[in-house]
């Protein structure tokens, strides 16, 4: 099949981009989308051209590096999945495709489709976490953790970080993937020490990279990969309330 | 040179736990005048940068990818092995010892797989703490499974996400570190060089992936922990980025590299479908336990059906071989991991494979779903037949499964000693990046025990008493000529990779390599081929640094770049794989001579003759590499031949 | 900083601004809408008028009625915070968005909702609530005792039609701000929880969102046409 793509291209941060037109033949239908972009770099190193950035690594949906805006939508018009997930066979012959870096404050462009995510590292950073040493911890079964909280805690860890939720909505809010590190923290009892400053220090994070705040589209949840549930959200509102009234953090 | 494995003397039981108490302390308030590097972040690098630092001492931790979170551990399914015992099925830390030996073709050492085994527990407990939410029981207790065959269920899980789970709990320890300011995260930046001086490990040459800059780091110790080198076959279930340029360039450096043969082929990946394949995708190994494997009887059967003129449901039963069936009566589909791939090549090249490629067989769950109805094979394989369909387009309900073996984990790797330290002194290897427990074949859900348990609970042991004999003086300053050096050999490397301005694209130098291997040096090799291949990659290696086209500058985001200094180097890598695999005269594991094989095709080990470790020597620029042997001593093991009849 | 300013200048605290005066809001509406229901009464506005009158003379709806004023203020100032501050967050915007595929209309334009209704309160309190406090309003007597008659107001007012459809319009911009601002504000407090988001959802469809907008809107409409003669 033949595609025509319209490519952000971009050379760094400190120069503007603008859309790059190219068009591929004999694209093969069972090829992964990020297959083809394998081609069209090809194509372009023949040339002497430089090769489209893009961020990528695993290839089968679990690491969260891959990151495209695909036609208007987030990992493009699959759901439930990543670009790496995508294959060409979504698409009809002769199809024109845009194809777009993740446009957040937070996330700023590092080359062409390459955008820089070491912010949400940082809200991780800021709490996402049980503090316990190497070593110290008790038998594993020391502490029985019901199947359903197990289960829900599992629903939220999942997450793959890989900015979807961000590039989705409409406000480049990141309440999706903070409220799952929180949610997922919250529900389990090796949570509970830290559980109020956790919430509390995780917001404050993710408001000073720059991330809007939640309008509850539902966007995020469904362009999310793993279909992460809006759920996790409330829980961090009610957990952050909760913290901020309650807590000895004056 | 002399290998000093430095195993401890004394019952095995107690080899660790004597080893432990001779080893050398670091007082706790002399810990922060020490610096350690950290390279990789997966489950044994995220681990040990983690441990160090809550130890007290200034950890710098490195990637290359763009967060420590996404390392290739993250793709790890199945699940992790402990000899917890919670399920009374008579498991113990010596039967994972036993299984893990045994698994391994008697090719690894006893003392540190023991210790693997009995530091397995104290994992669980730690992932548990940190709130990795592993599948539990209504009664809120730990769930098991059985895996890979083991004969006990002794396997905890996340769903199918366990590694992903397992290191997103190493990483939120890391994350603490960073934010209580014991370590410093190097995101996007590739180690490109060692520095040694006075034949220690004093530090790294980086370069940072964004802007292009070399940069040194020094540091008192260095621990590698870069996983395996599985994409020297280019196609692999690892991830796109895996490389083993850091271990090889330390490798150059005197560090010894062992076994490089052994590799782990997978038999239930998703086939490959067309040239343009970047990536193999790889299918949980349960789907034996129900699926049932076959070719066609005929080679014009499969011809047919490659061609699309007949389906696979429309054979009849008497056209079918059930191979494994047939020839392992008593294990059937559930013979080991390099006896199923092996296989499946035999009916290939035989011209009864299937697909398009002829480079496939099927995985049949009609009887399954005849057996225990379409509800139950759901509940347990719905994502994977899900994952399958998105992929290959074909609805595995309703038309049998296509697999085909794909390369998965590399056992071979950096030589260490016990305390995990390299030839080099101050250079560690740990995970994947090392040699050391798997043997010649890694049992299913090991490698995710193994890569914590080097991290978590040996490296925060062994490096100390390192440390404590060098003292806090003993490093060198990045301004040192050494550093600087080493900075202009990185330098000059880049430049003649982009200077070169040939015409061919680095993937199809990879592309190119990864076919050489997987043909020659791959689930089973000859001493003829073997040799063709080594010609071949030196054809291969000349034509590369001639005629390689790398696009761009240095001082700027250069994905071509990054690769064509990790081919440069698989290439290398891939012409000793081929020494040792033509230097070991026998068949163990993952490694299959066909000239060491029984007459109706099993392998034939040879005890007498190659029970030791091939570790090889760098000798320089097309010099033949240096055999040094380790010989390993069985006392606690009875050496076996593995039948599956 | 303290805890307090941090707290409702957080991202989070700023959505619990919108969804406590929202919510409270939206409760004024059922109130407003029952005294409306006087309009139906049918007696040339004598229910209609005492009920204004005990409206602008009770201490405590007085006193309600300034927290609703400012709920009112408070919500929408806040509004245009947040709506600055999340465009920020997305300095340059797509070529090329398809939302549609991923979320409501209502949910992605709530400013633009929230901005027709802010101009619909200016205009219905210029008419009516600034008409009753300091504009000439005709006097009514009932047993003896004077009252504004702000229902001849109401009658002049609605008995033209670009009136009526500027009424109408505003009601169902209403009804898609309250489809997903009711449901919304439980969220943002976080009351979500699978037994009761169900029922938050239908009562802000059915109720908040259909009912109360469509009874609303039969007002201006229902006096129209008896002002117009088109119905008794």
């Not at chain 2, 000093?4 to 005048?33: D, M, S, T, Y």
């Amino acid at each position: 099949m033949k595609v025509n793509l319209k490519v952000w291209r971009q050379k760094n941060n400190n120069t503007a981009g603008k859309l790059v037109e190219y068009s591929l033949d004999n694209i093969s239908p069972d090829m992964s989308f990020l297959e083809m972009f394998d081609v069209l770099n090809a194509e372009l190193i023949r040339k002497g051209d430089e090769p489209v950035a893009f961020d990528h690594d695993c290839r089968e949906g679990i690491c969260g590096m891959c990151s495209m805006y695909i036609n208007g939508r987030a990992h493009g018009p699959q759901t439930g999945a990543t670009t790496c997930q995508l294959h060409m066979r979504s698409f009809s012959d002769g199809d024109t495709i845009v194809v777009e870096p993740w446009r957040a404050r937070a996330f700023p462009v590092i080359k062409d489709l390459m955008v820089d995510r070491t912010a949400f590292d940082r809200v991780v950073q800021a709490g996402g976490y049980v503090s316990v040493n190497t070593g110290s911890a008790p038998d594993a079964n020391e502490i029985a953790i019901p199947r359903t909280i197990a289960d829900e805690a599992m629903d939220a860890a999942q997450c793959i970080g890989c900015g979807a939720c961000v590039a989705a909505c409409k406000n480049a809010s990141a309440m999706l993937f903070v409220s799952a590190k929180v949610s997922h923290m919250a529900v389990l009892p090796q949570g509970q020490a830290e559980r109020k400053i956790r919430a509390e220090r995780m917001v404050a994070q993710m408001d000073a990279e720059g991330f809007g705040a939640c309008s509850f589209t539902g966007a995020c949840s469904v362009e999310c990969p793993k279909s992460i549930s809006l759920d996790h959200i409330a829980r961090m509102n009610r957990e952050y309330l909760g913290a901020k009234l309650t807590s000895e953090n004056v | 040179m002399k290998l000093e494995a430095k195993i401890p003397e004394g019952p095995l039981a107690e080899k660790w736990a004597r080893h432990k108490f001779g080893l050398k302390l670091v007082n706790p308030a002399n810990k922060r005048k020490y610096d350690i590097i950290v390279v990789g972040t997966g489950l044994a690098g995220a681990s040990a940068a983690a441990s160090l630092a809550e130890l007290g001492y200034n950890v710098k931790a490195f990637c290359f990818q763009d967060s420590p979170r996404r390392a290739h551990s993250i793709a790890a399914q199945g699940g992790i092995n402990a000899a917890k015992n919670y399920q009374n099925d008579g498991d113990s830390v010596f039967r994972l010892f036993y299984d893990t030996i045994k698994g391994g073709d008697y090719r690894a050492r006893e003392g540190n797989v023991y210790r693997l085994a009995e530091v397995s527990v104290n994992i669980i407990d730690q992932c548990v703490a940190q709130g990795v939410p592993f599948a539990r029981e209504y009664g809120g207790l730990l769930a098991n499974r059985s895996f890979g065959g083991a004969q006990v269920s002794r396997t905890f899980y996340a769903r199918g996400q366990t590694g992903q789970q397992l290191l997103l709990g190493a990483y939120s320890a890391l994350s603490r570190q960073v934010a209580n300011g014991k370590v410093k995260l190097y995101p996007r930046t590739e180690m490109l060089d060692l520095v040694v001086e006075g034949g220690k490990a004093r530090g790294i040459i980086t370069r940072n992936l964004v802007t292009g800059k070399i940069e040194s780091h020094s540091a008192h110790a260095v621990l590698l922990c870069t996983g395996g080198y599985g994409n020297v076959f280019y196609l692999s279930t690892n991830a796109m980025g895996s490389n083993v340029t850091a271990a090889w360039r330390a490798h150059k450096h005197g560090a010894l590299f062992a076994n490089p043969c052994f590799t782990q082929i997978h038999p239930t990946c998703i086939p490959v479908k067309g040239d343009y394949q970047s990536k193999l995708t790889l299918m949980s190994e349960s789907l034996r336990n129900d699926g049932r494997v076959w070719v066609p009887k005929r080679k014009e059967d499969s011809e047919k059906i490659r061609k699309g003129l007949m389906k696979p449901t429309d054979l009849k039963e008497e056209d079918r071989d059930y191979f494994l069936e047939r020839r392992y009566p008593s294990f059937g589909n559930l013979v080991p991991r390099d006896v199923a791939s092996r296989n499946a090549k035999y009916v290939c090249d035989e011209g009864r494979g299937v697909s398009k490629t002829g480079l496939a067989v099927y995985l049949d769950f009609a009887d399954a779903i005849k057996r225990d109805g379409r509800k139950t094979i759901e509940a347990k394989y719905g994502n994977l037949f899900e994952m399958y369909e998105k992929i290959v387009d074909d609805n595995p309900y309703e038309t049998p499964m296509m697999i085909y073996p794909a390369v998965h984990y590399t056992m071979g790797g950096l030589w260490v000693d016990y305390n995990l330290m390299t030839t080099i002194p101050g250079l560690y290897a740990l995970g994947e990046a090392n040699f050391s427990d798997h043997g010649a074949n890694r049992l299913g859900a090991s490698a995710l025990m193994q890569g914590l348990a080097d991290g978590y609970f040996v490296i925060p042991y062994t490096v100390g008493d390192y440390l404590a004999t060098i003292g806090p003086a003993d490093k060198v300053s990045v301004d040192s000529p050494v550093f600087k050096q080493a900075e202009q050999r990185v330098q000059d490397q880049i430049q003649r990779l982009l200077s070169i301005n040939g015409t061919t694209p680095v993937d199809e130098y990879h592309r190119k390599l990864g076919l050489i291997m997987w043909d020659y040096c791959g689930m089973s090799r000859t001493e003829e081929g073997l040799k063709k291949a080594k010609k071949m990659i030196q054809e291969l290696k000349a034509e590369f640094w001639s005629n390689v086209k790398v696009t761009g500058d240095n001082e700027e985001m250069n994905q071509t770049l990054e690769q064509a200094g990790r081919v440069a180097d698989f290439i290398e890598l891939g012409e000793l794989m081929v020494d040792d695999a033509l230097n070991r005269n026998e068949s163990c594991g993952g490694h299959f001579r066909e000239e060491y094989s029984t007459e109706d095709g099993e392998a034939k080990r040879d005890d007498e003759n190659y029970a030791y470790v091939a570790a090889w020597e760098y000798k320089g620029e097309n010099q033949p590499a240096v055999l040094h042997k380790e010989d390993l001593v069985f006392e606690n093991v009875k050496l076996t031949q593995r039948s599956y009849k | 900083m303290s805890w307090v300013t941090q707290t409702l200048s957080s991202s989070l605290g700023r959505k619990v601004i919108m969804s406590l005066t929202g919510l409270f809001l939206s409760t004024f509406l059922v109130v407003h809408m029952a005294g409306n229901l006087q309009l139906f009464k049918g007696d040339e506005g004598r229910a209609f008028n005492e009920y204004t009158y005990f409206m602008t003379h009770n201490p405590l709806i007085i006193t309600v009625s300034y927290l609703l004023y400012t709920s009112i203020l408070v919500h929408a100032l806040m509004a245009f915070v947040l709506t600055r501050h999340n465009q920020a967050s997305r300095p340059v915007d797509y070529a090329f968005k398809r939302p549609e595929a991923n979320s409501a209309w209502s949910s992605r334009n709530m400013g633009i909702l929230g901005t027709v209704l802010l101009i619909f309160i200016i205009l219905h309190m210029r008419t009516f609530w600034y008409e009753m406090h300091f504009g000439s309003v005709p006097m009514a007597e009932y047993d003896g005792k004077q009252y504004k008659d702000l229902y001849t107001v109401v009658v002049a007012a609605f008995s033209q039609w670009w009136y009526v459809l500027i009424y109408v319009v505003s009601m169902v911009a209403l009804g898609y701000h309250l489809v997903h601002g009711f449901q919304s504000g439980f969220q943002t407090l976080g009351l979500r929880h699978k037994k009761y988001t169900p029922l938050i959802e239908a009562l802000g469809t059915y109720v908040f969102a259909i009912l109360i907008p469509a009874l609303f809107a039969a007002m201006p409409i229902y006096i129209f046409l008896k002002a117009n003669n088109f119905i008794g």
